[in-house]
């Protein structure tokens, strides 16, 4: 008896393949050995997809000036510009610029006068729901209160 041959191969859709297509749903076909660069958005600070980030920076403008104007006009701030890319050597130095990215992301939080922590500027009043002259939230890496034992 001779050899059996494998079943003709088949894409997703059931169609059978000609020798030497490739079908892109075929699970052992090798896959890319890294994922896309990450780039930082520098409005929101968020992470996105070298090619996903200019679908999000126009929404994450918008929502940015939609959450400026509700703030008092004395609390206004102008609206972020994206820092320049870092370049060295003539190349772009992409992890540079995302490093840059993220600190203008950082230096648009806005600061509680209470406790002097650091908040999105549409966080801010949900955090100011419980943080209070009165009573202020801790700030971050301060060591936790002792408790008076009475």
């Given at each position: 008896?001779?050899?059996?041959?494998?079943?003709?191969?088949?894409?997703?859709?059931?169609?059978?393949?000609?020798?030497?297509?490739?079908?892109?749903?075929?699970?052992?076909?090798?896959?890319?050995?890294?994922?896309?660069?990450?780039?930082?958005?520098?409005?929101?600070?968020?992470?996105f997809g070298?090619?996903?980030?200019?679908?999000?920076?126009?929404?994450?403008?918008?929502?940015?000036?939609?959450?400026?104007?509700?703030?008092?006009?004395?609390?206004?701030?102008?609206?972020?510009?994206?820092?320049?890319?870092?370049?060295?050597?003539?190349?772009?130095?992409?992890?540079a610029t995302?490093?840059?990215?993220?600190?203008?992301?950082?230096?648009?939080?806005?600061?509680?006068?209470?406790?002097?922590?650091?908040?999105?500027?549409?966080?801010?009043?949900?955090?100011?729901?419980?943080?209070?002259?009165?009573?202020?939230?801790?700030?971050?890496?301060?060591?936790?209160?002792?408790?008076?034992?009475?």
């Amino acid at each position: 008896s001779g050899k059996q041959s494998l079943p003709a191969m088949k894409t997703r859709t059931g169609q059978k393949l000609v020798k030497g297509e490739k079908d892109n749903f075929n699970p052992t076909q090798p896959r890319a050995s890294k994922p896309s660069p990450t780039v930082f958005c520098y409005i929101c600070g968020r992470q996105f997809g070298s090619k996903s980030i200019d679908i999000h920076l126009p929404q994450c403008l918008k929502k940015w000036h939609a959450e400026n104007d509700k703030l008092p006009k004395n609390q206004r701030r102008p609206p972020p510009t994206k820092p320049e890319d870092v370049v060295v050597g003539g190349v772009v130095d992409r992890e540079a610029t995302n490093e840059a990215h993220w600190k203008s992301s950082q230096g648009l939080m806005l600061e509680c006068e209470h406790c002097g922590r650091r908040f999105k500027e549409d966080r801010l009043p949900v955090h100011q729901r419980s943080c209070t002259a009165d009573s202020p939230a801790k700030r971050l890496g301060s060591k936790s209160r002792e408790r008076v034992k009475k």
